[in-house]
Every structure is written in structure tokens, then in C-alpha cells.
């Protein structure tokens, strides 16, 4: 079974929906992260969370919320999604060491009409 | 602020050919860490290496070699006898060190497309 995972895998969905994307990991792993990837930008952090009880912005945090339920699920959510919300979304984990490795889910490709 | 540039979009190679990915970083710390991912056409994210800033010395994994200099901020990605399986995007990234109560944020580059054709 994969370490990280997240669901839905793929969502197609219309402006104005209210949408959750949800991550899932048995790595053991303190830290999460939300991050999503558009064509030629890489990918750039929207929210991360250091504990259960921390939850901080990230590089793009506008038009987006997030929930840390327990230690191994973190989701994301659009409260209004609108088209330019239309790409590829990660979820990661990693430790609590400096410069701990990022293992990264398979992704969400969401897309928003 | 860091920063990490990949400036070859796209690379085209014939299988077995030697091909060499490029990343050049910026960061005003002493302390940091660069990694490599591999996405594949499937989509998932591939941690393929990481390398903190102590330490220059290059690093080879089979047909995956690394060469990290300091003095020109580079962190670049040779396979050597290139194959139609390591067709995909290739994304380098930085983290910094211990000042940024930010964590282990990383900052990725905008990718290296690499196909190989056979």
C-alpha cells in the first residue's frame, strides 16, 4: 500500500462548488503539506502543518482552507472553486528533521469549469 | 529568498545518449538542501536525491550521477546512457537552513522535460 494517498484522484467540478481534497499517510510523519502544480511554475506551497494543532500559510493560501483531522490526515479545501484553481495538487509528508525529505502523493488533477 | 532555476524546459535525446539536467539555486543561507524529483508520465513525484550544503562530493547511483558545486550554485543531473523509461519531468528543489521557522519549505524549479527516444 502506497504511503501517501489522496482522494479524490481526479475531479472535474463547476465555479462556486465547495470542494475537498483529502490526504492520508501511514509514514508516521509530523509534517504535511498541500502544494499544486501548474505547467512551467513547478510547485509552490499553499498550506503546511507542523503538528495537529499548527497550521500555516503557504506561498498561495488565498481561496484556500485546510484541516488537520489527526496526525496522518490532512485536507484541503476550495470554498469556491473558480477555473484558475485548475491543476495538479500534491500532498506531502515529511519528518521533523532539518531538510527531512518531502515523500510526495500521487496526486489530484482537479479541474474547474 | 531562495530561488531555483531550470533553464532547459525541454531536452530531446536519442536512447543512449548521455543527457544533463541543469539547476542553478539562489539562497542566502549557509545551511540548506537541495533534492531531485522525477515525475514520470503517470504523474506521481519521485524522490530520487538530497544533498546538504556540507557536502560537495558528488554522488553516483547506477546510470544517476550528481554534480553539486557550491561555487557556482549548481546542482546538476547527468544519466549516463539514456533510456526511453526516463522519459519525464524533472523538478530540483531547495530547502534552507535552521533560521527559517518556515521548516523544511521547499522551492522547486519550474522543471526539465526530458524525452528520450529510442
Known amino acids: 500500500d502506497a504511503d501517501v494517498t489522496q482522494t479524490p484522484r481526479n475531479r472535474i467540478t463547476k465555479t462556486g462548488k465547495r470542494i475537498m481534497l483529502e490526504c492520508s499517510q501511514t509514514k508516521g510523519h509530523d509534517r504535511m503539506y498541500w502544494y499544486r502544480q501548474d505547467p512551467g511554475l513547478g510547485l509552490r506551497l499553499i498550506y503546511y502543518s507542523f503538528d495537529v494543532k499548527d497550521i500555516n500559510k503557504g506561498e498561495i493560501s488565498d481561496g484556500y482552507s485546510v484541516s488537520r483531522q489527526a496526525q496522518a490526515k490532512f485536507s484541503l479545501s476550495l470554498e469556491s472553486a473558480i477555473p484558475n484553481q485548475t491543476a495538479l495538487y500534491f500532498c506531502?509528508?515529511?519528518?521533523?528533521?532539518?531538510?527531512?525529505?518531502?515523500?510526495f502523493g500521487p496526486g489530484t488533477r482537479l479541474t474547474v469549469l | 529568498a531562495q530561488k531555483v532555476t531550470q533553464a532547459q524546459t525541454e531536452i530531446s535525446v536519442v536512447e543512449k545518449e548521455d543527457v544533463t539536467l541543469d539547476c542553478v539555486y539562489e539562497t542566502r543561507d549557509t545551511t540548506y538542501y537541495l533534492f531531485w524529483y522525477k515525475q514520470p508520465p503517470s504523474g506521481e513525484l519521485v524522490f530520487l536525491i538530497r544533498?546538504?550544503?556540507?557536502?560537495?562530493q558528488n554522488e553516483i547511483s547506477g546510470r544517476y550521477s550528481w554534480n553539486f558545486q557550491k561555487s557556482t550554485s549548481s546542482f546538476n543531473f547527468t544519466i549516463t546512457a539514456s533510456q526511453v523509461v526516463d522519459s519525464a519531468v524533472y523538478f530540483c528543489?531547495?530547502?534552507?537552513?535552521?533560521?527559517?521557522?518556515?521548516?523544511?519549505?521547499?522551492?522547486f524549479g519550474g522543471g526539465t522535460r526530458l524525452m528520450v527516444k529510442p
Open positions: 528543489a531547495l530547502s534552507e537552513g535552521p533560521y527559517n521557522n518556515a521548516g523544511n519549505m521547499l522551492t
Open positions: 506531502a509528508t515529511s519528518d521533523i528533521g532539518l531538510g527531512d525529505t518531502q515523500y
Open positions: 544533498r546538504n550544503s556540507f557536502d560537495e
